[in-house]
């Protein structure tokens, strides 16, 4: 049987991680994989997340199984952090999954399910992993115009106007905040029209947010999908814990159903309870458990929140200097877009010679589309970093 499998294509950014590894240089620079360095290139554990692991090693009596939907808690504080009071608790169903992709990938089998000729609209460009699963599920993906590379911003009006192919019953993936790989975000007038688009074609809105508090804090980055998910009839969430937990491997995320119409809830919350069962049965508990600990007692999330604001503001700081290093070596605004972006990422629009040069000449290692994760910086390297892009001719 094995002899009629082919082989599959590599992930690129994980490829990459490990050509990192493998470079023997001593000032080598990693901008690829998107998981947050300190300035002394270390991932932390989050204070109040080890401290939360302390408490429940405590207080824990059992691992025995949890339900189909994992922990009640952990789904109530995910949906409050995400939600906030935009939509009332009835509305919404949940269940644990094994990080943000599991959200992801429960979210589209349940859109293959309720509706097969659904087409998925995705911005160009997206994470790669949304179109690598939606290609295996066999979901028809329509790619919507995003990020334009002149200016580092939206092209707001490409992407208004390739939404206008929308059927009813498709499916709009959006990121919540903190575009990835681009860094470039939707204003608020502009997410009000995506809403009134969607909402006039029948179109329903999924959103995938991976990085919250990581743009312009926790509440600020929940606006749009608060906003969309009280603007909208239905919304799926995919929500990761990875990144503002900093708990990357202990695979923690959320699927939401929200529904304006409430008699649907118990029959949306039995599908995505099924969608477990058919998957793994029973999602992780562990990261759910440090998440429910921390969001419910009030020393630890006030302990997390300010560690997220370190975290968020390091990166923005490191946004900052770069633009101005940037600005004094070209003696342009060229690489302005760089400090308007948020999150982790920035496309910089480099050409994939480019970036190749500047991994083989500098020991730079960004995305082959030339995405850079700002965490991989610090203060010393912004300037090498700046010099080795004037230097490759960029
Ligand atoms: N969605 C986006 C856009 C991401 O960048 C990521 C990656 O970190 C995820 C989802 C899922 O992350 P994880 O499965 O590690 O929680
Ligand atoms: O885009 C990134 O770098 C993160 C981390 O298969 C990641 O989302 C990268 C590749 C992958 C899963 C997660």
Redesign the pocket.
Known sequence: MFEHLKEQPKDKILALMQAYKDDPRDDKIDLGV?VYKNPQGVTPIMRAVKEAERRWWDEETTKAYTGLAGDPAFSDAMIGLVLGDAVARDHVAAVATP????A?RQAFDLIHMANPQARVFVSDPT?PNHLSILKHLGIETVSYRYFDSETGGVDFDGMMADLAGLRAGDVVLL?GCCH?PTGANLTGPEWQAVIALMNDIGALPMI?I?YQGFGDGLEADAAATRAVASGCPEVLIAA?C??NFGI?RERT?ILMAVAQDKGMHAVTQGNLAYLNRQNYSFPPDHGARLVSVVLHSDDLRADWQAELEEVRNGMLALREQLSTELRKLTNSDRYGFIAQHRGMFSRLGLSPETVERLRKDHGIYMVGDSRINIAGLNKDTVPKLAQAIVEVGA
């Open positions: 998107g990080g943000g992709t599991g992801v994470w990121h990835n995938d991976a990761s990875s990144k990357y995320g």
